[in-house]
């Protein structure tokens, strides 16, 4: 079963503009959630994490929000480049446990 | 430093045969996770072993196991293999055990193919 959903499939974006995508957990006993970006033909690779304890993490152009209540959170890529062109996971993880979206696949038009 | 290793990158099998894909982490990581991708699917947490043990399965069937050796290289194998078998098979290592807020970090997969 899919524990964590992830919104939209797929997403068109101008360079410049923002990026934003979204993804829910069931499972309150998630207390770490990542995000990874993949390139084609290359494995995953941590691009920000958050605590639930916190409801914003920014590093760079990318931003994390939480919302623990409604058991969301979103990622947002501002200033979208062509270089972000990639396919996103959200994750929600527990001890020995991650679970991950089904992946955006993010295109950034010139 | 060098990554994480997967072997081999490209196989294929036909229905009713079994595979055995190794994963060498990054020196030093002692948990190695699985999992298994396919479009639409995204990424299926297929197990974790720390220290040589399994900590956790996802929801996946008996013909797929694994195990790992004292040097925390892993292997994971699929028996009886069906069609929907298909797919990208990663593997990752973390220093500590997963989900403890560490990075994971990926191979880049061993892509299995059933006929």
């Known amino acids: 079963q899919q524990q964590v959903k992830q919104s939209p499939q797929s997403l068109i974006v101008q360079k410049g503009g923002i990026s934003i995508i979204n993804c829910a957990y069931e499972n309150t006993a998630f207390d770490y959630f990542p995000w990874y970006q993949q390139f084609p033909g290359k494995g995953p690779a941590l691009l920000i994490a958050?605590?639930?304890?916190?409801s914003e993490k920014k590093e760079g152009r990318f931003t994390i929000s939480f919302n623990k209540s409604a058991k969301q959170f979103s990622l947002h890529i501002m200033d979208s480049q062509p270089g972000d062109s990639a396919t996103y996971f959200c994750?929600?993880?527990?001890?020995?446990?991650?679970?991950f979206g089904a992946g955006t696949r993010l295109t950034v038009k010139p | 430093k060098a990554g994480v290793t997967q072997t081999p990158r490209y196989l294929i099998k036909t229905r009713g045969q079994q595979v055995t894909l190794s994963c060498s982490p990054i020196?030093?990581?002692?948990?190695v996770s699985w999992y298994q991708q396919t479009p639409g699917q995204g990424l299926q947490f297929l197990f974790e072993y720390f220290s040589e043990t399994q900590r956790n399965k996802g929801n996946f069937p008996g013909r797929f196991s694994g195990r790992q050796f004292s040097n925390s290289r892993s292997e994971m194998n699929v028996s009886t293999l069906e069609l929907g078998d298909s797919a990208l098979y990663l593997c990752a290592s973390s220093l500590g055990p997963l989900g403890d807020t560490g990075e994971l970090f990926f191979g880049e997969g061993s892509r299995l193919t059933v006929l």
């Open positions: 020196s030093g990581h002692r948990s």
């Open positions: 958050i605590r639930p304890d916190v």
């Open positions: 994750a929600a993880s527990l001890l020995h446990d991650m679970r």
